[in-house]
């Protein structure tokens, strides 16, 4: 068994760990900034729709590089697994100077533990691998906890997606379409993200209403769309007379996530790829000032 397998399969159990673990986090009625790369975007950006949808406050997410404006926000939070990411190391040290800063990370005595005011560390759920699996998922659920939702059935929810059949076979598709829309936008760029970094595959992201304002003219027989949100019947419909196999989240879609990283390892398996180090990738992005 892989490392990665070996972390999606251990998400029940994780995220159990994660329920009972405290956390400081932003309360409600303060503006918060996430900041992330890559996968800890995606998480930020779908924590950010969330919480600004349950009306608890002015809530943004952005690519920590790609941070342009001054508006002021009350709480930073910086998520990211290894604390040694270039992109973000720097930006906390310059926010702390202007705001509360609260880091994420699964590694203690890490860098950005030392340039911010809070740090909320998961080492337990930490990975070998260098795709992120069961650290995002940790990291969102300890995020969605912190607004209130009940989320008790999650573990059991994900037990529940390692035991089903995989979502498609592997020799049958060649091309995965995820849509999402509010805070699921997010785990769509993600699970797309997954299956690039796992096995080289063709996948995409759309947020479900642009999905027909072009990107359907490349699904076809051998494409899966599957969306993590409801989809209204007008887009469904056109998915399926494309021919392409559609697939619509029905529970939590954490949990469909666990299913998406179950995929992503049977991809690289059936490729003959070795999803725990994938090629051009390294656990942390570090590049030299």
């Known amino acids: 068994m892989s490392h990665t397998q070996a972390e999606v399969e251990s998400q029940p159990e994780i995220w159990t760990r994660v329920l009972g673990a405290p956390a400081e986090l932003p309360e409600a009625g303060c503006n918060v900034l996430g900041l992330g790369c890559g996968t800890s975007y995606y998480v930020m950006d779908s924590y950010a729709r969330r919480r600004q949808a349950l009306g608890q406050g002015r809530t943004r997410a952005a690519i920590a590089s790609e941070l342009a ?24 040290e310059r926010l702390s100077e202007r705001m509360t800063t609260i880091a994420i990370t699964g590694t203690p005595g890490s860098p950005i533990t030392r340039v911010t005011h809070r740090q909320v560390v998961l080492d337990f759920a930490d990975e070998v691998s260098v795709v992120q699996t069961r650290f995002a998922t940790s990291a969102l659920l300890l995020l969605r906890a912190s607004l209130g939702e009940d989320l008790g059935g999650l573990p059991g929810e994900a037990a529940t997606a390692l035991a089903e059949p995989l979502a498609a076979e592997p020799a049958e ?51 899966l769309v599957w969306s993590l949100a409801p989809l209204p019947p007008d887009v469904a419909a056109a998915v399926r007379d494309t021919g392409a196999r559609l697939r619509v989240a029905s529970g939590d879609p954490l949990a469909e996530l666990v299913r998406v990283h179950r995929l992503a390892v049977a991809f690289a398996r059936y490729r003959g790829l070795n999803c725990d180090s994938p090629e051009h990738l390294t656990r942390s992005v570090i590049v030299d000032a």
């Open 173 to 223: 598709v060649d091309h995965v379409v995820f849509l999402g829309t509010g805070w699921t936008l997010g785990l769509a760029g993600e699970a797309a993200l997954k299956l690039r970094e796992a096995a080289k595959f063709w996948t995409e992201s759309y947020a479900v209403g642009e999905y027909r304002h072009g990107p359907i003219a490349c699904a076809g027989p051998r494409s």
């Open 69 to 92: 404006d001054e508006d002021p926000y009350d709480v930073a939070v910086l998520l990211s697994r290894s604390g040694t990411t270039t992109d973000l190391l720097p930006l906390a």
